[in-house]
Antibody, heavy 119, light 107 residues
């Protein structure tokens, strides 16, 4: 059974760095073709893909956010970590991690915690 | 970046009605198009992948079609549990992009 769960702070201050951890089970990020993505959704708005990391450690980022994002993995712990620097109130959103297969199909999602950016 | 334009942004229909949502890509994405359902307060759920393939366990009243730039998502007979927002998503090119969503309500 595939599961993913995000963890991290519910509240961050402007200019701070957000660190989110995705803990997963039921699959291996060492398997050929496996990827984990981060996707966010501001309240009442659409989904936005942020980044993904491949089984061979290739990393890909949103065009508009790539200077602020870093994604990494620890396959031994079944975890993927996303950091986003210089947080702003417009970054307030629910942040999801998702398993990505076949180059871009999100077949399993975490529950997604709401992260609020406020002083 | 490839822009995905969904329409309508919202719709209201009666139980049993046929519901159709369209998604247009700003460039040819062949069939690299997925559809997701998101219920309030929940994570999105994959319904259709590769434009027309039904994900395992998804009811057959859901279907998708199209290729190139124009795609359609259909609920053949709307059920009360289908109340949700539906999103299309392309994976032909990075960055991966989603449509703006279509909120489906019961009339």
């Amino acid at each position: 059974q595939v599961t993913l769960k995000e963890s991290g702070p519910a509240l961050v201050k402007p200019t701070q760095t957000l660190t989110l951890t995705c803990s997963f089970s039921g699959f291996s990020l060492n398997s050929n073709g496996m990827r984990v993505s981060w996707i966010r959704q501001p309240p009442g708005k659409a989904l936005e893909w942020l980044a993904h990391i491949d089984w061979d450690d290739d990393k890909f980022y949103s065009t508009s956010l790539k200077t602020r994002l870093t994604i990494s993995k620890d396959p031994s712990k079944n975890q993927v970590v996303l950091t986003m620097t210089n947080m702003d109130p417009v970054d307030t959103a629910t942040y999801y991690c998702a398993r990505m297969i076949r180059g871009g199909v999100f077949d399993y999602w975490g529950q997604g915690p709401l992260v609020t950016v406020s002083s | 970046d490839i822009q995905m334009t969904q329409s309508p942004s919202s719709l209201s229909a009666s139980v049993g009605d046929r519901v159709t949502i369209t998604c247009q890509a700003s460039q040819d994405i062949t069939n690299y198009l997925n559809w997701y359902q998101q219920k309030p307060g929940k994570a999105p759920k994959l319904l259709i992948y590769d434009a027309s393939n039904l994900e395992t366990g998804v009811p057959s009243r859901f279907s998708g079609s199209g290729s190139g730039t124009d795609f359609t998502f259909t609920i053949s007979s709307l059920q009360p549990e289908d109340i949700a927002t539906y999103y299309c998503q392309q994976f032909d090119n990075l960055p991966l992009t989603f449509g703006g969503g279509t909120k489906v309500e019961i009339k």
